[in-house]
């Protein structure tokens, strides 16, 4: 499933990288969301064996994802590709395989590079992230739903109906998929590809920001989540700008912070006891 918004000068090698796979042939579904005609992916689309869906209006990846999955037939499992990633030769071999050997995954997660001009670096390297609930509820350890295969059954189960924009949708997936009691792995072999560029979601932090407090506001009790396990996140955020703000020496971010902490003290010292327990054991 790979929604696109004015991704065309990515998408062939996207696709590429698809029909590379020697797991399959896989089913795929592009989701045009918004682009204007003539700056369309299209074109390209015709040259693959994709199902193709133009909308006019830009709704969102979480709808494009939700419309997605639904004109896939006979699959278990399912995969969010990002228009602008590239999955590496055997991804969805090595991944398979995983969720196979365990009907108790609900996704599995690879290591990726990150790609730029310059050169490119593992995403992971000596701190690996935690896939476990309690550690995901505190701060979400994956970059990009590109490095992730879901068990289709798992993603069947939830009930996520509502848009969700701004670049935390996928970290609602994952703490919707292991909320039902499914569990995840990680794969430390870099199968993916994430493109570092000036128009990636990464780079707009502010609306990363907005749209993780909605999952924490709006979805944490929906999911059987706990006021504290609220109070952890908002703590951990107050941690991570406190230290932000002194390494770049931003006075308001600091003075910000630090009301956090003063505000909920037992937030701030459960998120820097997250923070230390993470270090001392290796975790991202």
Request: glycine letters at 8%; charged letters at 25%; a neutral charge.
């Amino acid at each position: 499933m790979i929604p696109v918004y004015y991704g065309r000068r990515f998408l062939e090698e996207t696709l590429t990288s698809v029909y590379r796979q020697d797991y399959g042939p896989p089913q795929v579904v592009v989701i045009e969301d918004g682009t204007p005609q003539g700056e369309d992916s299209m074109e390209i689309c015709q040259r693959f064996p994709v199902t193709y869906i133009y909308r006019a209006e830009n709704q969102g990846v979480m709808a494009c994802r939700r419309e997605g999955a639904q004109h896939l037939s006979d699959v278990d499992y399912l995969a969010f590709l990002d228009q602008d990633d590239i999955w590496h030769d055997g991804f969805l071999t090595a991944m398979a395989a995983v969720l196979a050997k365990d009907p108790g995954l609900g996704f599995v997660a690879s290591n990726a590079r990150l790609t730029d001009q310059g050169g490119n670096q593992p995403l992971f390297g000596t701190r690996v992230p935690s896939l476990q609930l309690e550690d995901l509820k505190v701060a979400n350890q994956l970059i990009s739903p590109s490095q992730v295969l879901i068990r289709m059954k798992a993603w069947e189960s939830l009930d996520l109906g509502t848009d969700l924009r701004g670049g935390a949708d996928d970290w609602l997936v994952w703490l919707a998929i292991l909320a039902l009691g499914y569990r995840a792995a990680y794969v430390s072999e870099m199968l993916l590809d994430y493109r570092v560029h000036a128009g990636g979601a990464h780079n707009i932090r502010r609306d990363m920001i907005a749209s993780e407090r909605r999952v924490v506001d709006e979805w944490f009790l929906k999911l059987g989540f706990t006021r504290a396990d609220q109070r952890r996140f908002y703590g951990r955020v107050a941690l991570d700008g406190l230290v932000q703000g002194i390494r770049l020496h931003q006075r308001p971010v600091v003075l910000q912070s630090v009301g956090q902490a003063i505000r909920d003290p037992w937030a701030f010292f459960a998120a820097y006891r997250f923070r230390r327990r993470h270090k001392a054991q290796g975790l991202v």
